[in-house]
T-cell receptor
Framework: GAGVSQSPSNKVTEKGKDVELRCDPI?????LYWYRQSLGQGLEFLIY????????KSGLPSDRFSAERTGGSVSTLTIQRTQQEDSAVYLC??????????????????FGSGTRLTVV | TQLLEQSPQFLSIQEGENLTVYCNSS?????LQWYRQEPGEGPVLLVT?????EVKKLKRLTFQFGDARKDSSLHITAAQPGDTGLYLC???????????FGAGTRLFVKA
């Protein structure tokens, strides 16, 4: 597609339920990132996928969070046993090249519109 | 852990005024990006600066990367209501892939 697509755009769930958030990156973009943005806060890094390499999961806040990327394209972020502190906007971004590379750093990310998760 | 501090956190000005937003860190970044985010949308890349001392202009916006590649500023001349939004700076860690985001500066320009 033309941009990064995320679904759902809004999700309200009860505490303790599991949720799945989906990200469809720009076709051909090798790098995919998940960030979390809480009210009044900056973006918090969660996880990074690059091609077929093992993902960097160092930003996941607990073992209730997991993510996968199938076929180097669509990614799903799963939160198990949701807690109220999980409420935030979850943003997915993709880039043609990893931002750590010279060209990738110049190009930056293309973000989706995010999924606003509310845990009640 | 690399941190980016942005200031001010919130800015409300009249149309036509000038403003500067600052982004500071004690760490060196390989590049630094500025994004603008509107409500309900993801951040949109405005510019990337790579070289220490680099200055880039985008219409009424001027971006500068510090000589030591630890800080940056965004200057807006003659602000307009359409400039309203959340401005985020983001530093790409040296030798890595992670991009560290500041908490943002929320700008409101009154007509």
């Amino acid at each position: 597609g033309a941009g990064v697509s995320q679904s759902p755009s809004n999700k309200v769930t009860e505490k303790g339920k599991d949720v799945e958030l989906r990200c469809d990156p720009i076709s051909g973009h090798t790098a995919l990132y998940w960030y979390r943005q809480s009210l009044g806060q900056g973006l918090e890094f969660l996880i990074y996928f690059q091609g077929n390499s093992a993902p960097d999961k160092s930003g996941l806040p607990s073992d209730r969070f997991s993510a996968e990327r199938t076929g180097g394209s669509v990614s799903t972020l799963t939160i198990q046993r949701t807690q109220q502190e999980d409420s935030a906007v979850y943003l997915c971004a993709s880039s043609l090249l990893p931002t750590g590379t010279r060209l990738g750093g110049r190009n930056g990310y293309t973000f989706g519109s995010g999924t606003r998760l509310t845990v009640v | 852990t690399q941190l980016l501090e942005q200031s001010p956190q919130f800015l409300s000005i009249q149309e036509g005024e000038n403003l500067t937003v600052y982004c500071n860190s004690s760490s060196v970044f390989s590049s630094l990006q500025w994004y603008r985010q509107e409500p309900g949308e993801g951040p949109v890349l405005l510019v990337t600066v790579v070289t220490g001392g680099e200055v880039k202009k985008l219409k009424r916006l001027t971006f500068q990367f510090g000589d030591a590649r630890k800080d940056s500023s965004l200057h807006i001349t003659a602000a307009q209501p359409g400039d309203t939004g959340l401005y985020l700076c983001a530093g790409v860690e040296t030798g890595g892939f992670k991009t560290i985001f500041g908490a943002g500066t929320r700008l409101f320009v009154k007509a």
